[in-house]
T-cell receptor, first 116, second 109 residues
Framework: DAGVIQSPRHEVTEMGQEVTLRCKPI?????LFWYRQTMMRGLELLIY????????DSGMPEDRFSAKMPNASFSTLKIQPSEPRDSAVYFC??????????????FGPGTRLTVL | DAKTTQPNSMESNEEEPVHLPCNHS???????IHWYRQLPSQGPEYVIH???SNVNNRMASLAIAEDRKSSTLILHRATLRDAAVYYC??????????FGKGTRLSVIA
């Protein structure tokens, strides 16, 4: 299996522009997670889905952030409008269930976003 | 809510064993202990996890204290490629991974 696939790997954009990050989970996995990592705040869980349904989006920083999972093999994280403080590495992860039940999460390589 | 406590950093010599401690004194009976690591410029990767008994896999061993209030990740022979941030994560109920600050392991040649 190719693992979790994220695109683009790097994104540089200007403040105010819309940014869309993409994730393809491992085939057969029914849980998908979006994380953000910065030096100041570390790794933060933004939102997670189970069977394509958003379960908990309490980590989404504000209304400028939205995430969708239209089918089992694709998810997007959108920022509109983007701001410089959104600069971070965004990771997508997938699993066959939640870690609380002993399942393993597999992470993608991340998208490094820079907002100028 | 800091569910686990880890040292900020540790140092090891190459080819020596490394014991990374983690304190989870408020752990409940059904909580799992997970260890992940993050190598430079990569996403986190799974190392090992356990519930009550000690666990071994090809990467490491996990020793869980009898009262489950602490655990130790053991790398049997550290290599330069093991230099990373190691996260000890306790999960409660049906929840995803929530990361703390972890322990930054440096390996000296």
């Amino acid at each position: 299996d190719a693992g979790v696939i994220q695109s683009p790997r790097h994104e540089v954009t200007e403040m105010g522009q819309e940014v869309t990050l993409r994730c393809k989970p491992i085939s057969g996995h029914n849980s998908l997670f979006w994380y953000r990592q910065t030096m100041m705040r570390g790794l933060e869980l933004l939102i997670y889905f189970n069977n394509n349904v958003p379960i908990d989006d309490s980590g989404m920083p504000e209304d400028r952030f939205s995430a969708k999972m239209p089918n089992a093999s694709f998810s997007t994280l959108k920022i509109q409008p983007s701001e410089p403080r959104d600069s971070a590495v965004y990771f997508c992860a997938s699993s066959t269930g939640l870690a609380g039940a002993g399942n393993t999460q597999y992470f993608g390589p991340g998208t490094r976003l820079t907002v100028l | 809510d800091a569910k686990t406590t880890q040292p900020n950093s540790m140092e090891s010599n190459e080819e020596e064993p490394v014991h990374l401690p983690c304190n989870h004194s408020t752990i409940s009976g059904t909580d799992y202990i997970h260890w992940y690591r993050q190598l430079p410029s990569q996403g986190p990767e799974y190392v090992i996890h356990g519930l009550t008994s000690n666990v071994n896999n090809r990467m490491a061993s996990l020793a869980i204290a009898e009262d489950r209030k602490s655990s130790t990740l053991i790398l049997h022979r550290a290599t330069l490629r093991d230099a990373a941030v190691y996260y000890c994560i306790r999960t409660s109920g049906n929840t995803p991974l929530v990361f703390g600050k972890g322990t930054r392991l440096s390996v000296i040649a």
